[in-house]
């Protein structure tokens, strides 16, 4: 459906009985658009070594208070062997963001090997942050076919409030980036932060709005979290309450499936930081995508992007048996063994 900025702002801004009449929309959209089903990716954060030192995050270059990991390739497969014979159909492979060629070989040679031992079905998403063309390509050519990177905020002045270096990032390399990937023929998934200091509706709309101009295949977005270790904690004093990020992060994904209604959005676990039922909330308001965690244990406590992060000490297993649960309360069914590629992307493809 088309709407204009000023009618994203005036649906962001709902509150009460027109809220629950949008979530109410979104959620009729999701089901005539892309069914019922919930997907799984398993998420493997693989490594917490990061090269950026965005003002937000918890395992930013500049937190010393980190002790940083990269997961053994054993470790990995058997996480991935996991997603596999549970029939979870794909993995997302995480990172911060490095580009050394040791770091671009590292990835390229776990792809070919998590390919390889599920006969070439399981599907792989890569996070690992910006690349160059030949990098996208290179990964692409050896079985990543997903790629997920935010912009995380599409406004240029809030942008560089929260990446000040302009020595490491760049917003027109970000976007730029964006480009390749689907020059390259992933399907293309982006987002944003929603509730960071200095950001207002307008910003949120024109988030929306660039989804749409890029023609984006998938979306992740959640709500800002305040870590302690990082520069942003300073501000604090000027974010929402928890709840109404939390509330408005809802609003966003169902203002985006009125917007883009056949798109893939993911039920971010940061929301769940803030509400221990947050996903499945999200699933019921036009979410259709979830990350259980499958990231080994031992090095979650390190992957602390935000406070709070859920499901620190529980082990795959048990996250899986309790999120099933909860998803078949929620009144969804599982997508188990199928790829649950975004139907857009077939469609623009
Ligand atoms: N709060 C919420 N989300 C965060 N991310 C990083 N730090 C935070 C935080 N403090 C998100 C970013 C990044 C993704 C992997 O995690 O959007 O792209
Ligand atoms: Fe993590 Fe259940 S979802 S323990």
């Not at 056949?262 to 509400?275: E, G, V």
Request: charged letters at 30%.
């Amino acid at each position: 459906m088309a709407l204009d900025k000023q009618e994203i702002i005036q649906l962001l801004r709902t509150k009460g009985e027109e809220r629950t009449s949008l979530l109410k929309r979104s959620q009729e959209t999701k089901l005539n658009e892309v069914g019922n089903k919930v997907y799984f990716r398993g998420l493997i954060e693989f490594s917490n070594v990061c090269a950026k030192d965005c003002l937000y995050c918890g395992i930013r270059k500049g937190n010393e208070k980190v002790i940083r990991y990269d997961a053994k390739d054993e470790e990995i497969l058997n996480a991935s062997r996991f997603a596999w014979e549970n029939n979870f159909a794909s993995v997302v492979l995480q990172s911060g963001e490095l580009s050394s060629p040791a770091f671009v070989k590292r990835v390229d040679s776990l792809l070919k090997k998590i390919k390889k031992l599920s006969s070439n079905e399981l599907g792989i998403t890569l996070s690992c942050g910006e690349q160059s063309r030949e990098t996208y390509k290179r990964w692409f050519e050896s079985g990543a076919h997903r790629y997920l990177l935010r912009i995380e905020s599409t406004n240029r002045e809030l942008y560089y409030k929260i990446h000040p270096n302009n020595q490491t990032h760049s917003f027109d390399k970000r976007v730029e980036a964006l480009g390749f990937l689907k020059e390259t023929g992933y399907q293309v998934g982006t987002g944003v932060m929603i509730g960071l200091p200095f950001q207002t509706y307008e910003h949120l709309a024109d988030d929306l709005l660039f989804f749409k101009k890029l023609d984006i295949d998938m979306c992740g977005m959640g709500p800002y979290l305040e870590h302690e270790d990082t520069p942003l904690y300073q501000y604090r004093h000027l974010l929402q309450t928890k709840q109404e990020r939390f509330d408005l992060a809802l609003n966003m994904i169902a203002v985006l499936r009125l917007l883009m209604p056949d798109i893939n959005i993911a039920a971010a676990t940061a929301l769940q930081a803030i509400d221990p039922a947050g996903r499945e909330k999200a699933l019921a308001v036009g979410a259709n995508v979830i990350m259980p965690n499958l990231t080994p244990t031992a090095y979650r406590e390190e992957y602390q992007l935000y406070e709070n992060k859920p499901c620190l000490d529980e082990d795959a297993e048990l996250c899986r048996n309790c999120l099933e649960a909860r998803i078949h309360v929620a009144g969804a069914e599982i997508g188990y063994g199928e790829w649950g590629d975004s139907k857009h992307f077939s469609r623009r493809t």
